[in-house]
């Protein structure tokens, strides 16, 4: 054989690096991942799935409609109710006036908004086409971008999130060299992101709408915003977040709104969604209809059933304070074990701290940081698995995702306490 | 703009038949469908359903584990159930010897079979590339293929399946065109095939695998046998159907088996599975990582325990009936009601009858037959949209899809009885 008979696509795309750590945690049955982006185990909703389904499938009616196929697009209930609650957060009320970008004939409904952004990559991009996103940003999304032939340029980030300016430096020097036709869209984890714990404000996300609008006239075709806001719902406080880049002048033609009910509800049970412009939905629900003709109708009534029963909402509101506990609790153990020169950010929520070591201490697979962690049986994420191949700048390699999500509370004290003492050590 | 900015693929996605076909449905509410590949509504598992997830959320343990994220490739345990399942059928016992082809390590869990039929597709197939399948097969994966910029090449059917010596008459071809190295895989829906009913015996198989093996000497890579068994479990009477492709010399390297447990046990929970050569189960596990990091472990722990608790094959004793029932009514239906001209294919199971109007009689949408069909309030799926675009041969235009799974007996009566009297009209 000269060849091996896979596609280009086939050929490029790489083992995600989440195998791999999830190979390190049944290769050291007694490690303390604080890698994974797990969800808490103890606060799953494991009494009100049943109470839901023990009503689901109580009635013939429900339960039928529930193992049977559904519509490609979803169901209809749930995604008039993903819209309503979508435009509540957004601080529009329902009937308050005609507002065609929040309409369920424009919400899809995907396996986890994972499904989602893959389908509107394909949908948007060819290989040698550039996507610009967050420095750094979710690792899972490299995935794709890399599978896909996608060039990548990170755009820094500042505590208020995305840094405009540089995104109008690069958006320049990519006109400069012939490369704007290329631009697709920006990627942005709006909020709590992974891996900072950063919220872009309202006002980055405007000027950031504006800037691409303003090259989108020399791109000649329009350069989506996609709006990530899978940790929209997951706030450690009251303050209310900032609404979403869908309420602004334009976003609803060039915003791809993306978010999950199961990261706040359950994992095991992967229902995303989301909001398109009418053009982009119409090729993302065929693209959908060519993977599975649309996502399992069971987990979609019991999603439904947790919205309409309170079920969800009352669930939120446990999740939170579960969380922010969890924060609580990794900041302070950081505090008291990790040494003076590494920093981090404190998260506003969602389920990372992002921690910067000096930056001759390295954090990757090879480092002596992450071999000492890996002795002292404790993982992390090393920072530069988060950041895009981008041939214009030298990737960090001196920091670290640490997700207080999944560990129980001793093994994140634990796990910092030890992870603390390899620093020390080194530092 | 000058652009619309989707990718080639965006461009090429078109709407699926399926789609259309809703709407049909949706704007004519009295409508009997027999066109849906919908499963039969009243045997749906509802209350084991109910019985199952009751024990699996019964307990802290079971019930976190269903709602946590799992691996990519899918839970241990309905891995190895599945594949001890599957050498079962094939007729080799657990335990009999070295059979490394039937190894869980190399069984990817993905959300029904149409994922696996996706990913697959990506994995293996660039835009130009040539698939091979049944002449007529099943429409969404020639949307699959259409999406991906793929040539198709339809392969003739017999009574006993495929016709072997077309496969190497269209592969001689092709060579002698240049064209061999493009040639990626054969697609056979080998059991009570969609649509025809048709089942492909071992023999058959056994011969086209050959076929492909000779040729790919020539080819330079792979040329790989798509075995499509979703509907093997289906069988109406109790005639064992043939074992699958992977029992051949070299199907370990060369079946890509995919099948489902969707349809013979509820189609709202979509779980379905391929077996596959080791490099491309490593290729593709990569690929649903991408996609969605791992199917809903809710709906796969359901299917565990399903499997597990005999629930599942109890439940498939029963559906056996039921379509074996339905398929008798339809048949009957039809000798009573269609005009001596019409021939139809006697399934041996799967959920459709195939029938063959006189030539000049067109099914299509824009057919007199189709729109009297409509008139008459009874839906069918045309024949030409499982032919793939071929431009080797003239596509028949001539057949229909009848669907006996989703539409009650009253209304399989009923709407082959107005179908009947439609074409004694045109005959």
Avoid at 83 to 104: F, H, K
Avoid at 338 to 364: A, D, H, N, S
């Amino acid at each position: 054989m000269k060849h091996t008979g896979f596609s280009a696509l086939g050929r490029r795309t790489a083992a995600p690096p989440i195998a791999w750590l999830m190979k390190m945690t049944l290769d050291h049955p007694n490690l303390i991942s604080l890698a994974a982006g797990f969800t808490d185990n103890e606060t799953l909703p494991v009494k009100e799935t049943r109470a839901l389904f023990d009503r689901i499938l109580g009635s013939a009616r429900t339960g039928q409609s529930a193992l049977q196929y559904g519509t490609t697009a979803g169901e209809a209930e749930l995604r008039t109710r993903t819209v309503r609650r979508l435009q509540a957060q957004d601080g529009s009320a329902p009937g308050a006036g005609p507002a065609t970008e929040y309409s369920p004939e424009r919400l899809l409904v995907t396996n986890g908004s994972q499904q989602m952004l893959y389908i509107l990559t394909e949908a948007l991009c060819d290989p040698g086409d550039l996507v610009l996103l967050e420095d750094p940003t979710y690792f899972v999304y490299l995935g794709i971008a890399q599978s896909h032939g996608l060039r990548c340029r990170g755009i820094r980030m500042t505590p208020e999130g995305l840094d405009v300016a540089h995104l109008e430096q690069v958006l320049t020097r990519l006109q400069q060299e012939g490369d704007l036709s290329r631009v697709k869209l920006l990627y942005l984890v709006s909020y709590h992101q992974n891996p900072t714990g950063i919220t872009t404000s309202l006002e980055r996300k405007r000027a950031a709408l504006d800037v691409l609008r303003h090259f989108e006239r020399a791109a000649g075709h329009p350069i989506y915003l996609l709006e990530d806001a899978a940790y929209r719902e997951l706030q450690a406080g009251n303050d209310p977040v900032p609404v979403s880049a869908l309420t602004l002048k334009g976003g609803a033609e060039r915003v791809l709104y993306t978010s999950t009910f199961s990261k706040p509800f359950a994992t095991g049970a992967r229902v995303g969604f989301g909001l398109l412009p009418e053009a982009v939905f119409k090729i993302a629900v065929r693209i959908k209809a060519n993977h599975d003709f649309g996502t399992a109708s069971l987990l979609q009534q019991l999603l439904l059933a947790a919205l309409r029963s309170g079920t969800y909402d009352r669930h939120l509101a446990v999740l939170r304070k579960r969380y922010a506990c969890k924060a609580d609790v990794m900041l302070g153990a950081l505090r008291k074990h990790f040494p003076p020169p590494v920093r981090w950010i404190e998260p506003g929520g969602g389920l990372y701290v992002w921690t910067q070591l000096p930056p001759r201490l390295k954090t990757g697979v090879t480092s002596r940081v992450f071999q000492a962690a890996l002795a002292h049986e404790v993982l992390y994420v090393p920072g530069e698995l988060c950041y895009a191949d981008d041939p214009t700048r030298r990737k960090p390699t001196h920091e670290m995702r640490l997700s207080f999500g999944g560990a129980p509370l001793a093994e994140i004290r634990q796990g910092i306490a030890r992870l603390g003492a390899v620093l020390a050590e080194l530092c």
